[in-house]
């Protein structure tokens, strides 16, 4: 049987295998068979006459999951930066391959960018009068059978969308890693996707704080104006609103980003206050807590062990809900003077998953030079990686012989 046109360049691996057809291609399909065939690992043309069933069975090589959401600017690259390091080795875009591709793949990781799932490209939004973030210029149908398979240990041919040209390239072989990170603007968006995630995160960054990291990057790394960062800013608002914000009621963990309330009337947008909202009861995830669970407590750890300056540090913790959800929630508000000290916050976290007493402060220190390595936003995001870790580990442990079947159309 001729495979699906989307998986062209697929290999199974032991646990797999395709069964006979079940069901009429889609036209939409067939859009896509045009597609690939420009690619030139695509030989056949309309040749993926039918769908196919693929039934694999949780063996070594499934892989788990991982949805990351945020804004365009809002620090997907920088936290996938700190997770990859979590699991060590550097992360590259794959070898010889597109110079432009989004991907990045470690020994443990790959990060693919949903952008990637484009189904307009720049002059075709443009025409259609679309932004990116508008779901008719993506291809959800695409992203879910392709993130389907790679979960279910079968290599895809992803599209590749080009952000130096604003066209889609031909397409780059992905194979089943360890862990998959989904990036970008829509993880959570299309249910199909939502209920592939073996753990969900949403970067909530508040309008405040998002303009003054937009300023930093481009208008003092690619100078722009001023007035053109903030009309893009506001082009894009309603579709932000309306597509990409909803998502974080179906996030595990939630970091939001505001201005801080240690300075009245703050509008500089320097120091942060930085939440991180994990929900309870979720599988593999039990959340972080600061002194005692379950109890509400407001902690200012400034004095002879931590070293704080002007407007000092204070960090809240306590239950919650969020979107109907029961939550735990762990707040930072402020900035650390010295890194080295903030094994003593460390010290009073309990669940954070780490390895060795310190690994938290190891690797913020590590990462010094990373955006946001000062406060909440990188300690946050440093604690959400070894948990991502801790899951990983237990998904794998746990793993049964119970088949898991993916139905590929
Ligand atoms: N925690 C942070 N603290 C301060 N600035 C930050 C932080 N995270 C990101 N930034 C700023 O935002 C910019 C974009 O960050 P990053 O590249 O990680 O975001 P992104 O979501 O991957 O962006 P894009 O989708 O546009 O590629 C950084 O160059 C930096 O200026
Ligand atoms: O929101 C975005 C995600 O990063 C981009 O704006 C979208 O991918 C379009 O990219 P470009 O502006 O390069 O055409």
Known sequence: MAACAVYTSQSLNSTCSISTPTKTHLGFHQKQVVFYSASKRTSKRGSSSGPCVITCSAGDSQTVVIGLAADSGCGKSTFMRRLTSVFGGAAEPPKGGNPDSNT???????????????????????????????????????????VKALKSGIAVDKPIYNHVTGLLDPPEL??????????????????????????????????????????????????????SIKASIDARKPDFDAYIDPQKQYADAVIEVLPTQLIPDDNEGKVLRVRLIMKEGVKHFSPVYLFDEGSSISWIPCGRKLTCSYPGIKFSYGPDTYFGHEVSVLEMDGQFDRLDELIYVESHLSNISTKFYGEITQQMLKHADFPGSNNGTGLFQTIVGLKIRDLYEQISASKTATPLEATKA
């Open 174 to 227: 992905i194979k089943p890693p360890k862990i998959l990170v989904i990036e970008g603007l829509h993880p959570m968006f299309d249910e199909r996707v939502r209920d592939l995630l073996d753990f969900s995160i949403y970067l909530d960054i508040s309008n405040e704080v998002k303009f003054a990291w937009k300023i930093q990057r481009d208008m003092a790394e690619r100078g722009h104006s001023l007035e």
């Open 104 to 146: 990045l793949i470690s020994d443990m990781t790959t990060v693919i960018c949903l952008d990637d799932y484009h189904s307009l490209d720049r002059t075709g939004r443009k025409e259609k009068g679309v932004t990116a973030l508008d779901p008719r210029a993506n291809d959800f149908d695409l992203m879910y059978e392709q």
